[in-house]
């Protein structure tokens, strides 16, 4: 009997020892959860229509962009979409600039590939506390092949870079904390 009291005693001692050592570890760890939730008071997002300063000529291209950005937020489900009138934050962007230039030559100088990218500014304000959270620019691109029927290739292109940027406005909005 005595025999098994010391084994639960050995075993209670390094237990200790394992959870002390953990705690001294980590007790100097730089991690923590800044940067990854959105704060309790926002629990909706009203989403403007974006403008576009573009010039690039595609007709809908505002309603597309609004539309991708919105069902990504929809899809999330962090912040509930509503009526930007009472909303507790509010979404705005402007489409700057979309440029549509060669991403791949390949022999002879043929162009093989295009490269369309889209520059936003986006605008997150916090309505709740009246302060803008963040107002910054995004970029990103889609590629298409140039050869075959280039409207609908074009179109391709415009789309990978849409879902991009929504995806990087999404995550900025809801993770950049």
């Known amino acids: 009997?005595?025999?098994?009291?010391?084994k639960y005693f050995f075993y209670k001692i390094v237990l200790i020892i394992?959870?002390?050592?953990?705690?001294?570890?980590?007790?100097?760890?730089?991690y923590s959860f800044t940067g990854s939730a959105i704060p309790t008071h926002l629990k909706t997002?009203?989403?403007s229509l974006f403008e576009d300063n573009s010039n690039f000529g595609e007709a809908g291209l505002r309603e597309k962009i609004t539309k991708v950005v919105t069902d990504k937020f929809?899809?999330?489900n962090s912040l509930k979409v509503t009526d930007k009138k009472i909303a507790d934050s509010v979404l705005?962007?402007?489409?700057?600039?979309?440029?549509?230039?060669?991403?791949?030559?390949v022999s002879g100088e043929q162009i093989s590939k295009r490269r369309i990218e889209i520059?936003?500014?986006?605008?997150?304000?916090?309505?709740?506390?009246r302060k803008k959270v963040f107002e910054r620019e995004f970029t990103?691109?889609?590629?298409?092949?140039?050869?075959?029927?280039?409207?609908?290739?074009?179109?391709?292109?415009l789309d990978a870079?849409?879902?991009?940027?929504a995806e990087d406005i999404l995550l900025q909005t809801v993770s950049g904390w």
């Open 45 to 47: 997002i009203g989403i």
């Open 92 to 105: 705005e962007g402007v489409i700057l600039r979309i440029t549509d230039k060669p991403a791949t030559v």
């Open 140 to 157: 990103n691109w889609g590629d298409y092949s140039s050869t075959g029927s280039g409207f609908a290739q074009r179109q391709e292109g």
């Open 119 to 129: 520059v936003i500014k986006v605008t997150y304000t916090d309505m709740i506390k």
């Open 161 to 165: 870079a849409i879902e991009k940027i």
């Open 74 to 76: 929809i899809n999330d």
């Open 18 to 30: 394992a959870i002390s050592t953990i705690n001294f570890f980590c007790a100097g760890c730089p």
């Open 1 to 6: 009997m005595v025999h098994l009291k010391n």
